[in-house]
């Protein structure tokens, strides 16, 4: 059974930052892929942010390139994101994801508030 916990969101103002996590345990693969997906509010598509592979290579999309920072601890495994100068349509629920092998999981999200 593998588990997926994100944490960290909440409400932040326009220009400010956050850092998620994302925890998962179980039975995980060595070899994997982690990585953070954006949904903005009445939307049902989620977005790919930003992946980082076991060995640490990482993908971020170019909409948050210079402000968001991917990284992880493959000891705890865990990916965190950071999140600088924060806009208002960084708005939504961060979903983090684990895949493996043909497996992936997702977290519940965390819901990430920037206002004005």
């Known amino acids: 059974q593998v588990q997926v916990v994100e944490s960290g969101g909440g409400l932040v103002q326009a220009g400010g930052s956050l850092r998620l996590s994302c925890a998962a345990s179980?039975?995980?693969?060595?070899?994997?892929?982690m990585g953070w997906y954006h949904q903005a509010p009445g939307k049902q598509r989620r977005e790919l942010v930003a992946?980082?592979?076991?060995?640490?290579?990482?993908n971020v999309v170019d909409s948050v390139k210079g402000r968001f920072t991917i990284s992880r601890d493959n000891a705890k495994n865990t990916v965190y994101l950071q999140m600088n100068s924060l806009k208002l349509e960084d708005t939504g629920v961060y979903y983090c994801?684990?895949?493996?092998?043909?497996?992936?999981?997702w977290g519940q999200g965390t819901q990430v508030t920037v206002s004005s």
């Open positions: 179980g039975s995980i693969y060595s070899t994997n892929i």
């Open positions: 994801n684990l895949a493996f092998q043909t497996q992936a999981y």
């Open positions: 992946l980082i592979s076991n060995s640490g290579s990482t």
